[in-house]
């Protein structure tokens, strides 16, 4: 009896130093930047929608992580309290079903189910919801393999002016990144990215605005953001469009009013329209 009662308390002792430990490491990390932001690639004020998306991220792994914590506990809990007894033979008593147990572990995944719903529709319906009268209108074009910038007139843009991306070529060596197209954006306007496709799909992708758009053929896509810092953010095509998809790179530039006007300035004026498109499928018999 004494024997079974030692063993008791040293178990005890040691879940109660497990659990501290594991408290202590979990409070220690939360300390840094890139735990606070679940390891995202941006801050919080990149954008005005960064800071909802990282919330919505973090948050739902603080919750499967709790989830997660109390699942395993009651596994371990389980392993230990209905282990197989010393002297013990045959099977324990057998019982069928539990009515309180079986709605209890029905009724939670689906609440957790809704509140997953809720929050994700309410910020998806945040972040998608369209721009009134917009600072910029940029229309992103995406071809095989490089980007189209068509800055629409309205809001700050004087007039309709283009840029044409040329594909980056990598060999392996350094790489002039200055020399990939580049997306001008003026900081703390509203933005809208209307992105349409030349030829295949592709997929507009700035890491660090935390948002991915898909472009298809004959299909306008629309992004809407306030970029909030000033900078240079890498970006891609996230979607295999051909043999050089890895080359299809680009980059956005937030800079200040004066300097976005100044860009503009150096641009050709109208737009580079769909006459420029290569799409069979749309293409008359």
Request: charged share 20%; glycine share 8%; with cysteine.
């Amino acid at each position: 009896m004494r024997s079974q009662n030692r063993t008791s308390s040293q178990r005890t002792r040691i879940i109660t130093v497990s659990a501290v430990a594991v408290t202590g490491a979990l409070a220690l990390s939360g300390c840094s930047s890139e735990v606070q932001r679940g390891w995202l690639p941006t801050e919080r004020d990149t954008t005005s929608n960064t800071g909802i998306l990282t919330d919505l991220w973090v948050n739902s792994w603080i919750a499967a992580m709790v989830i997660g914590l109390i699942t395993w506990g009651l596994m371990l809990w389980c392993v230990v309290a209905y282990r197989r007894r010393k002297g013990a033979t045959g099977f324990p008593r057998q019982i069928s079903y539990n009515l309180p147990l079986e709605i209890f572990y029905t009724a939670i995944p689906l609440f957790l189910i809704v509140t997953f719903f809720y929050f994700t529709d309410r910020d998806q319906r945040a972040v998608d919801t369209p721009q009134q009268n917009p600072d910029v209108t940029v229309n992103v074009v995406g071809k095989q393999w490089s980007w189209d910038f068509n800055y629409k007139q309205g809001g700050v843009i004087k007039e309709d002016v283009h840029e044409g991306g040329v594909q980056a070529h990598l060999t392996g060596q350094p790489y002039n990144l200055d020399s990939l197209p580049t997306l001008y954006l003026p900081v703390n306007k509203s933005v809208t990215v209307e992105l349409t496709s030349r030829d295949v799909i592709h997929s507009f992708w700035v890491p660090a605005f935390l948002q991915k758009r898909d472009m298809i053929p004959g299909k306008p896509n629309t992004m809407y953001f306030t970029p909030q810092k000033e900078g240079t953010y890498d970006g891609k095509c996230a979607e295999l469009c051909g043999e050089y998809h890895s080359e299809m790179l680009f980059r956005v530039k937030v800079v200040s009013e004066a300097e976005f006007q100044s860009h503009l300035a150096g641009l050709d004026k109208g737009l580079l329209d769909e006459k420029y498109d290569r799409n069979p499928n749309l293409n008359e018999k």
